[in-house]
């Protein structure tokens, strides 16, 4: 019995909700988008700055361990924890519910910690 060659899926569609997030991205310097099987992907250089969560509605965004879990009890219904990526805390920030200002801010916060810039001088 011949096994079938698996169709590669094509990349999934963002909800529109995701395009909050993409403006957001857009107002950072270095910041590129790019089309992945999983969903879209905001980088810098080679590194992921953030991604399209399975759900298709949640944006996954490295953070420091005590500002995630400030935001989970203070919102529990925008952020929740997401798996560590490579020993990073990582928040998922559901797009319906989050402030496009808080949103913002927390992708440049990650940002800077991407790049190793210090963000007090």
């Known amino acids: 019995m011949r096994r079938r060659a698996r169709r590669k899926a ?3 569609k963002p909800s529109a909700w995701f395009e909050v997030a993409r403006r957001a991205a857009g107002t950072l310097p270095g910041v590129t988008e790019h089309a992945a099987a999983a969903g879209p992907i905001f980088r810098i250089g080679r ?3 953030a991604w399209l ?7 996954v965004v490295g953070i420091g361990e005590d500002e ?3 935001l989970i009890a203070a919102e529990p219904r925008t952020f929740a924890a997401a798996p560590a990526v490579g020993g990073c805390p990582m928040v ?4 319906a519910y989050a ?5 913002a801010r927390l992708l440049a916060q990650a940002a800077l910690t991407l790049t190793g810039a210090n963000p007090t001088s």
Do not use: K
């Open 99 to 103: 402030d496009p200002g808080t949103l």
């Open 68 to 70: 995630r879990a400030m």
């Open 53 to 59: 969560a399975e759900d298709g509605v949640s944006l």
């Open 47 to 49: 590194r992921r700055l």
């Open 92 to 95: 998922r920030i559901h797009l």
């Open 10 to 12: 094509p990349p999934r």
